[in-house]
T-cell receptor, first 111, second 116 residues
Framework: TQLLEQSPQFLSIQEGENLTVYCNSS?????LQWYRQEPGEGPVLLVT?????EVKKLKRLTFQFGDARKDSSLHITAAQPGDTGLYLC???????????FGAGTILRVKS | DTGVSQDPRHKITKRGQNVTFRCDPI?????LYWYRQTLGQGPEFLTY????????KSRLLSDRFSAERPKGSFSTLEIQRTEQGDSAMYLC??????????????FGSGTRLTVV
C-alpha cells in the first residue's frame, strides 16, 4: 500500500476545464511538495507547503495543505494543453530526511 | 550551474551484467538522493547522501546495489548481476539542507535501464 494515495490516477479533460487532484495519507508530514513530470524527464518541483491550512497559488495552480498536514490538493483553473503531464505529490515525514512519493496523476488536456 | 546531470540517459544491458550510473548534482547542494521509478508509479527511494556520508539505504534495496559519493561531489550507483526486474528509470536528485528537514529536490533527467 502507498503511504500517499493520489486520486484520480488518470484525468482526461478539455482545454478550459477546471480540475482537482488529491493526495491523502494517514500520516502527518512536516512538508508536502508537488512535482510535474514529462515523459522521459525527471520531476520538476512546483511548490512546497509547510503549514497546516496553507494555500499557495502559482498562476492558474492552487495548492492546499490540509489542517492536519495529512493531505493536500492541487487545483488547476482553465487547463491548457501545456499542463499535460504526470503530477506527483511527495511528503517529508516528521523527523525524516527524504521524500515519499505518491503514484501520481496522469493529466491529459485536449485542445 | 546547469542543474543535475545524469549519465548515461539510456542503458540496455544483458541480464547478469553489471552497470554503473553517474550523477553530478548542483555543486552547492549537500544532499544527493537516488530513486527508482517504474512505469505508472511514483519514484521509490533507494538511498541518500549528506556530503560524502551515505546516511540511509532502503530496506528494499538488495545487496546487488551499491552507491558511492566520493568527496561529496558526484555519485555513482552500481547494479551487479542485473535482473529483468531492475529495468526502470533511475533518478538522481540533489538538495540544499541545513539540519533536519527536507527541501525541494532538483532532479536529473534520469537513466533509463533496460535489462534484456
Amino acid at each position: 500500500t502507498q503511504l500517499l494515495e493520489q486520486s484520480p490516477q488518470f484525468l482526461s479533460i478539455q482545454e478550459g476545464e477546471n480540475l482537482t487532484v488529491y493526495c491523502n495519507s494517514s500520516s502527518v508530514f512536516s512538508s508536502l511538495q508537488w512535482y510535474r513530470q514529462e515523459p522521459g524527464e525527471g520531476p520538476v518541483l512546483l511548490v512546497t507547503v509547510v503549514t497546516g491550512g496553507e494555500v499557495k497559488k502559482l498562476k492558474r495552480l492552487t495548492f492546499q495543505f490540509g489542517d492536519a498536514r495529512k493531505d493536500s490538493s492541487l487545483h488547476i483553473t482553465a487547463a491548457q494543453p501545456g499542463d499535460t503531464g504526470l503530477y506527483l505529490c511527495a511528503g517529508a515525514m516528521e523527523y525524516g530526511n527524504k521524500l515519499v512519493f505518491g503514484a501520481g496523476t496522469i493529466l491529459r488536456v485536449k485542445s | 550551474d546547469t542543474g543535475v546531470s545524469q549519465d548515461p540517459r539510456h542503458k540496455i544491458t544483458k541480464r547478469g551484467q553489471n552497470v554503473t550510473f553517474r550523477c553530478d548534482p548542483i555543486s552547492e547542494h549537500n544532499r544527493l538522493y537516488w530513486y527508482r521509478q517504474t512505469l505508472g508509479q511514483g519514484p521509490e527511494f533507494l538511498t541518500y547522501f549528506q556530503n560524502e556520508a551515505q546516511l540511509e539505504k532502503s530496506r528494499l534495496l538488495s545487496d546487488r546495489f551499491s552507491a558511492e559519493r566520493p568527496k561529496g561531489s558526484f555519485s555513482t550507483l552500481e547494479i551487479q548481476r542485473t535482473e529483468q526486474g531492475d529495468s526502470a528509470m533511475y533518478l538522481c536528485a540533489s538538495s540544499l539542507s541545513s539540519g533536519d528537514g527536507v527541501y525541494g529536490y532538483t532532479f536529473g533527467s534520469g537513466t533509463r535501464l533496460t535489462v534484456v
